[in-house]
């Protein structure tokens, strides 16, 4: 197979992957771009492909897109019928006629895609109301919004029903109202349609919001990739508070704070403990009760998506 060529595959069964990434690599000259990068999507998964700037991410998906070619490695797309068309792609730049009208857009590439028109009239209309763009079929792109030129373009790129959508910063720079819109039409389609989505972005709360799985790209190399409910920063155990139901007294503060030297008194009611050991937790919580301290609850510090992310970049994000 040539180098920038597909390996088009009939999908057989629910749960074949639908795009597997294996050893992917790109230099430009000297310096290196995608150094080894592997990940995998199954139906109805949304893969969060998340790094700074100049990480890697839009010469990953340049790649998958075939808009350039890769140096080594395989990319695997399993479709219904083995065809190339079963990618939908939204980029920056949107790929919009903006002389013509949102009906127009759509119109145009339901032809292209082969349906007649007694399919493509209801399919438009129905995928132009589940974005809020019904009324302004008849208007001209021109003069939409850049969150009504998002939701067109979205809804443009799932047109021909893909296998695999890929969003580049979709969200980017867009209305609150469309932003709603956006991430409740596709994670429907996400799960009615039994597709899968790769995502980029450098929002962590869309992210969040919208993905199962996380690969986190930094310096053209995969330096986390996980489910998002198990996603962690593994090489950092998580703070543990201890929150008590009435203050402690100074004496019992000064005792504690000289047997344990790794908490640190957020007040007098809640204590946080880092570098701990379950015998150290059970120890520090027997103590207190000794001291007729009353514990309310011992919860652990979970790691917010951000957190992590910045953690795996050494905390540089540019």
Same mark, same amino acid.
């Given at each position: %197979? ?17 795009? !597997? ?17 592997? &990940?995998?999507? !199954?139906?109805?998964?949304? $893969? ?36 190339? @068309?079963?990618?939908?792609?939204? &980029? ?7 002389? /013509? ?28 109301? !589940? ?12 003069? &939409?919004?850049?969150? %009504? ?9 799932? /047109? ?10 979709? &969200?980017?720079? +867009? ?10 039409? $596709?994670?429907?389609?996400v799960k009615e349609k039994e597709r899968a989505i790769l995502f980029t972005s450098h929002d962590m709360a869309d992210v969040d919001a919208l993905c199962n799985k996380i690969a986190i790209i930094d310096k053209g190399k995969i330096v986390e990739y996980s489910d998002k409910a198990s996603i962690s920063i593994q090489d950092e155990l998580?703070?543990?508070? +201890? ?15 000289? !047997?344990?030297? *790794? ?16 015998? %150290? +937790? *059970?120890? $520090?919580? $027997?103590?207190? +009760? *000794? @001291? @007729? @301290? ?25």
């Amino acid at each position: %197979m040539e180098k920038g060529e597909y390996d088009f595959i009939t999908i057989i069964h629910k749960d074949m992957n639908i795009l !597997q990434v294996r050893n992917l690599k790109k230099k430009y000259g000297k310096q290196i771009v995608l150094n080894d990068i592997s &990940f995998q999507l !199954q139906r109805g998964d949304v $893969l969060g492909y998340i790094g700074p700037n100049g990480s890697g991410k839009t010469t990953t998906i340049k790649i998958i897109c075939d808009l350039i070619k890769k140096d080594d490695g395989e990319i695997t797309i399993y479709s219904r019928e083995g065809q190339k @068309q079963n990618i939908g792609v939204v &980029f920056e730049g949107l790929g919009l006629y903006k002389r /013509l009208t949102a009906w127009e857009n759509l119109e145009f590439a339901a032809k292209l895609a082969g349906y007649n028109e007694n399919v493509y009239k209801n399919m438009i209309l129905n995928l132009l109301d !589940q974005v809020n763009l019904l009324d302004v079929r008849d208007k001209i792109v021109k003069n &939409f919004s850049k969150g %009504m030129a998002k939701r067109l373009s979205i809804i443009l790129a799932v /047109l021909h029903d893909p296998t695999l959508l890929i969003l580049d910063e979709p &969200f980017d720079g +867009i209305d609150t109202k469309s932003h709603h819109d956006l991430i409740n039409f $596709l994670k429907e389609w996400v799960k009615e349609k039994e597709r899968a989505i790769l995502f980029t972005s450098h929002d962590m709360a869309d992210v969040d919001a919208l993905c199962n799985k996380i690969a986190i790209i930094d310096k053209g190399k995969i330096v986390e990739y996980s489910d998002k409910a198990s996603i962690s920063i593994q090489d950092e155990l998580p703070n543990i508070f +201890i929150s008590l139901y009435y203050p402690l007294e100074d004496k019992i503060l000064k005792d504690i704070k000289d !047997q344990y030297n *790794n908490l640190h008194i957020i007040n007098t009611s809640l204590i946080e403990v880092s570098h701990h050991t379950p015998a %150290m +937790i *059970n120890k $520090l919580a $027997l103590d207190l +009760i *000794n @001291q @007729q @301290q009353f514990i309310k609850e011992i919860y652990f510090d979970k790691k917010s998506l951000e957190d992590i992310y910045l953690h795996k970049i050494g905390g540089n994000d540019k």
